[in-house]
DNA sequence: ACCTGAACACCGTTCAAGT
DNA sequence: ACCTGAACACCGTTCAAGT
């Protein structure tokens, strides 16, 4: 069932996907103000009107577009647990190191996956993907309890501070609302992991 | 000096104004993706081209409205610290639902204020406005401090822990990745409360 | 089943011309 | 000094028509 050749000048064969990496490349290398669904078909080389044949609308495409980056997170998050040692605290550090990382790695997909913009409500796979990002921390929460690291409370108490505070400061990273050169990665990472030492142990002394 | 009748109707008076209050009331009522120059002009009742003459572009009026939303925010961290106890665990938690409160209560501003797509780097008013807001939760971080209550650690390093994790909690509301419904300000706020007393008083037990 | 080209109603920005 | 109207080069979206 491969396309046959006399098809693939007019009928593109995977013009979905085609469509998806173009945007990506539009956006990371022009930024989202230079992201017209015009300009995705432009790179993919069909008409304007083609993507209309496999998005709905350009919220649509941009959607995708956000599952990916959440995708992309989770696995940066499970990669950091399952790299790290036994010690429920060095997971989390390093699981908000790898968050902030990715976070401010490709901020242009960032703001797609976080300036609430991107309705979630009616899609499945949309929610599956936000779902799973927040599974992946909510283990890491749940070990450190289980093993008695962590204070004894609901996991989803303790593990919305871990996320709030590791999204924060990415976001404000992104923002540029740090005096810190966000490209400047060991800079960045002393910042992390001093917050997240403060929220492991707290303020208060 | 002010202006008279005769030319008030060509030459408005106070454009500037009525477009940021245009502005603000399109945003607010009609979303993000609704603020056009055009409609901001339509609103105000000029022509396309009058904001020109006020405005460098489109970018320069959304900085302005964000600045704004940074005055908002900062007279609502002052006055919170204020109408608290003298203890600075309090107070601190006070500002952490009045930062919360406002970022959540306007959506649309506090996309402007965090997408990252308005560069501050040029504008010394506009990085005045952030500044006054990093300063005002700075205040209370160094008053805990000098009391004795908070670690005695550098100061811009608790606070950014603080600013992190109120900043990342009303941005995933914003974003609506939380299951709390934005508008139920009773379960916003135990929620806010949870979070700001976990990073007090950490994770680990 | 998938793609194109013309068409429609929008944008942001500029600039000569008006008051 | 401030505002307008026409103009230009863009958009997103639709739809009849082509392959």
Redesign the interface.
């Known amino acids: 069932m491969v396309p046959n050749q006399a098809h693939s000048r007019y009928h593109h064969g995977d013009l979905r996907n085609a469509l998806i990496q173009a945007a990506t490349t539009v956006l990371v290398e022009k930024g ?2 230079a992201l017209s669904l015009r300009e995705v078909a432009r790179v993919a080389g069909v008409s304007h009107a083609a993507p209309y044949r496999h998005f709905r609308d350009k919220a649509a495409l941009l959607r995708v577009l956000a599952q990916g980056g959440f995708e992309r997170l989770t696995a940066a998050l499970n990669r950091a647990a399952e790299n790290s040692p036994h010690n429920p ?1 060095q997971k ?1 550090i390093e699981a908000g190191v790898a968050y902030v990382r990715i976070v401010v790695q490709h ?1 242009e997909i960032t ?1 797609l ?5 991107v ?3 009616q899609d499945p796979a949309y929610l599956a993907a ?1 779902a799973a990002c ?1 599974e992946a921390l909510l283990d890491i929460i749940r070990q ?1 309890i289980a093993q008695g ?5 609901p996991p989803q ?2 593990v ?13 990273a ?5 005096e810190v050169d966000v490209d400047d990665e060991l800079t960045l990472d002393v ?1 992390i992991r ?2 997240a030492a ?8």
């Open positions: 989202a103000a605290e989390l901020p703001r996956m976080f300036a609430g913009t309705e979630p409500q936000t927040y450190g690291t962590f204070r004894q409370r108490q303790l919305l501070v871990a996320w709030a505070s590791m999204h924060g400061l990415a976001m404000l992104v923002a540029r609302l740090l910042l001093s917050v403060n929220v492991i142990y707290g303020i208060v002394k």
